[in-house]
């Protein structure tokens, strides 16, 4: 499975943004897409998931509310929708893909074993 995120840039405090993360190859393979993003100096944090089968979405405490994961089947395309941005949502965000057939809530990075390059979103107050 290959991704490639796209979307990010620079944008003021309040705005919104959507994030791409486009699949391509085994994509039958994967149960869930999360998203996950890493700060400067930070350690990779989950942002949120969604579930291949049946679309049931988890997201962090940090973002719940401001962001919406949603996906277009036709495009294997994820989006990961943030509104209300924050300068602590500035980082670099991934999008990644789990093969584990289970998990309690796929927020765990060791969960993914496919991970794109990453887009930066910055915002500036």
């Known amino acids: 499975v290959q991704l490639q995120a796209s979307g990010g840039g620079l944008v003021q405090a309040g705005d919104s943004l959507r994030l791409s993360c486009a699949a391509s190859g085994r994509t039958s393979s994967s149960y869930a897409m999360g998203w996950f993003r890493q700060a400067p100096g930070k350690e990779r944090e989950f942002v949120g998931t969604?579930?291949?089968?049946?679309?049931?979405?988890y997201y962090a405490d940090s973002v719940k509310g401001r962001v919406t994961i949603s996906r277009d089947n036709s495009k294997n395309t994820v989006y990961l929708q943030m509104n209300s941005l924050k300068r602590e949502d500035t980082a670099v965000y991934y999008c990644?893909?789990?093969?584990?057939?289970?998990?309690?809530?796929?927020?765990?990075?060791?969960?993914?074993?496919?991970w794109g390059q990453g887009t930066l979103v910055t915002v500036s107050s």
């Open positions: 990644a893909a789990s093969a584990r057939s289970y998990s309690t809530d796929y927020s765990k990075a060791y969960e993914y074993d496919y």
């Open positions: 969604m579930r291949w089968t049946g679309g049931r979405t």
